[in-house]
Each structure stands twice: as C-alpha cells, then as structure tokens.
T-cell receptor, first 116, second 115 residues
Framework: AQKVTQAQTEISVVEKEDVTLDCVYETRDTTYYLFWYKQPPSGELVFLIRRNSFDEQNEISGRYSWNFQKSTSSFNFTITASQVVDSAVYFCALSEDQGGSEKLVFGKGTKLTVNP | KAGVTQTPRYLIKTRGQQVTLSCSPI?????VSWYQQTPGQGLQFLFE???????NKGNFPGRFSGRQFSNSRSEMNVSTLELGDSALYLC??????????????FGPGTRLTVL
C-alpha cells in the first residue's frame, strides 16, 4: 500500500536559517513519482517539484533543494536562508503507475513558520 | 491561461442536504481529480476523471459521486450530508499529453461547512 509520512508536524525557524522538511514513503511499485507541494494561507496548493523513481539526482532550484534517496525511501526538502514568505504548509506526495491514474497520496504536511 | 476555478468558494449546508461542487480545469487539461482536506485526515483522494470516465476512486462512501462533461468541466456531488463532510474540497487538473504523473494544478477549493 502507498503511504507518505511527514514526521514533522510543525517547524518554526528564524529568517535566514536553513530548514529541512522530511518525507518518507512506502510503495511496492518500482515505478512511482514523488512530489512536493506548498500550501500558503490562501489555501491553493502550489507545485514545487516532481521526481520519478528512476532519477535519484538531487535537484536545486534557487534556495530550494531536494534529496531523493531510494535506499531509505526518503525525499527530503531543504530551504536555504529561509524567508518569511516561505511560511506555509508543505506536502510531500506519492503517485504510483496505476493504469495512468494521476492519484496522489499525500503526507499529513509540515507547517513551516519563518519568523522575522 | 486561466487557472483552475472552483465554484462556489464557500458553502454552508445542514445535515441531510445534498451539495454539488463545480470545477473548471485549465484549458486543454483533460484529467480532473478531487481531494478532500480536513484537519484530522489531511488530503485524501476522492476520484479522478479523464475524458468523461472515472479512472480511479478513493475510499469514500457512495454518497460521494462525480462526473465529467465533454468540455472537461467536472462536478462532484455529496448526498445526505453529515457533519464530518465539512472540509475544503480541492480540484486539480493536469495535461496527460505532457507525460504521466505530471504537475497537477490545484484550484482554490470550496470550503463546505455542514451544520
């Protein structure tokens, strides 16, 4: 069965600190896709990154970076030099290759608060 | 391009009533998925439609149903509302032509309150 665990319910940091959001997933499939979404207070989920199971390269996009490790079934997200605008709930999600379905299984989310 | 739109944005109903929520995907997107978000259960998949066919369904009772029209617009219906149906209902669309399991674009959601 598919499962995504985000053990950190809430994290609070001071601006300019680095912060890592953890994500551990479970799946029996060899082909799967991992995502991170951001949900600001406005409520709309915003896509951050998609990674397939065959691509273990880490990725950096500005202040954001992602570390995908199949050996530990983890897909962690790091924000470098955090800013107040990064305050939001962050969700990790998993999608398996099931007949083309786009179904996402989400973790419970990590609420990040960046204080000035 | 206009984003995913959902109507209404807010809805208040009483137990036992039924409700219909609407979602208009981004132009050209043929896959529409629905999710329920509650503080206790988080984000849970309801169902997905592609070319007017239900392609997948989550673990929700039969009171929850949906459909998709030929223009890809989708509606979901909840009958015999219960207090526990109070939630934010999110709709997402994606463009399968850009490969599998692509980015899904989410709408702002419909906040349903059941009294």
């Amino acid at each position: 069965a598919q499962k995504v665990t985000q053990a950190q319910t809430e994290i609070s940091v001071v601006e300019k600190e680095d912060v890592t959001l953890d994500c551990v997933y479970e799946t029996r499939d060899t082909t799967y896709y991992l995502f991170w979404y951001k949900q600001p207070p406005s409520g709309e989920l915003v896509f951050l990154i998609r990674r397939n199971s065959f691509d273990e390269q880490n990725e950096i996009s500005g202040r954001y970076s992602w570390n995908f490790q199949k050996s530990t079934s983890s897909f962690n997200f790091t924000i470098t030099a955090s800013q107040v605008v990064d305050s939001a709930v962050y969700f990790c999600a998993l999608s398996e290759d099931q007949g083309g379905s786009e179904k996402l299984v989400f973790g419970k989310g990590t609420k990040l608060t960046v204080n000035p | 391009k206009a984003g995913v739109t959902q109507t209404p944005r807010y809805l208040i109903k009483t137990r036992g009533q039924q409700v219909t929520l609407s979602c208009s995907p981004i132009s050209g997107h043929r896959s529409v998925s629905w999710y329920q978000q509650t503080p206790g259960q988080g984000l849970q998949f309801l169902f997905e439609y592609f070319s007017e066919t239900q392609r997948n369904k989550g673990n929700f009772p039969g009171r929850f149903s949906g459909r998709q029209f030929s223009n890809s617009r989708s509606e979901m219906n909840v009958s015999t509302l219960e207090l526990g149906d109070s939630a934010l209902y999110l709709c997402a669309s994606s463009h399968p032509g850009q490969g599998p399991h692509n980015e899904q674009f989410f709408g702002p959601g419909t906040r349903l309150t059941v009294l």
